[in-house]
């Protein structure tokens, strides 16, 4: 049996254009799946530290504040007995939760505040009335100058009472304060 160039060109030519059409179907079928994860969100990490108290903190991201100690137990940052204990209402993303097994049950003993930037990186808001300048230096776009700017207007003009008031430091404006919109809050000063 003799195959003619012909046919083996056209054979070259279906393949190519059964690839090409296999392709884009694929790239639509991906473009498609990014659109509707952009459209869905998924929901936010509870992430915060657990420190049993004589341990060693560690971060923990649950799915909720429900799950967290189990999550914490599941990473090996608490014990077993923690696992069935529920977080008190003063514990929110970016915290820092003592526990204390050494009962018959896990109880958590304390509530802290993670160092800044351990809490920016569980998703916690700076509050922009209570940061120091160092922390205020770890915020995107920030640096050491804007921070020490902030915290003299903080000082000489009293507290900021909402993100957009930022905007009265010297080298901060719109753009900036909508750029730090995630990354900081304005809650009551010290």
């Given amino acids: 049996m003799t195959i003619s160039n012909r046919t083996i060109g056209a054979a070259v030519a279906v393949t190519i254009l059964a690839a090409t059409t296999i392709a884009t179907r694929l790239h639509d079928g991906l473009d498609r799946a990014r659109t509707s ?18 341990a060693e903190p ?3 991201c649950a799915a909720g ?3 967290f100690l189990t999550e914490a137990v599941r990473a090996g940052f608490a014990p ?3 696992a069935a204990a529920t977080l008190p209402e003063g514990v929110t993303v ?8 050494r009962g018959p ?5 304390e509530v802290r505040r993670l160092p800044a930037a ?3 990186i569980c998703g916690a808001r700076l509050e922009i009335n209570r940061a120091t ?3 205020l230096a770890l915020l995107p776009g920030i640096g050491e100058v804007r921070a020490r700017r902030i915290v003299e207007s903080r000082v000489r003009d009293g507290p900021f009472p909402d993100v957009e008031s930022l905007d009265r430091v010297h080298g901060i404006g719109p753009k900036t304060v909508e750029a730090l919109r995630s990354w900081i809050a304005a809650g009551a000063a010290p």
Avoid at 41 to 47: E, I, Q, R, S
Avoid at 94 to 101: K, N
Avoid at 105 to 109: E, R, T
């Fill in 105 to 109: 049950a896990c109880a958590v003993v």
């Fill in 133 to 135: 300048e160092a922390e």
């Fill in 58 to 60: 560690g971060l923990v």
């Fill in 94 to 101: 970016g915290s820092l939760v003592v526990v204390d097994a």
């Fill in 65 to 67: 504040r429900a799950s």
């Fill in 118 to 120: 351990t809490a920016l």
């Fill in 37 to 54: 994860a952009r459209r869905t969100p998924a929901p936010p990490l509870f992430c915060a530290g657990v420190q049993e108290r004589t």
């Fill in 80 to 82: 077993s007995s923690c």
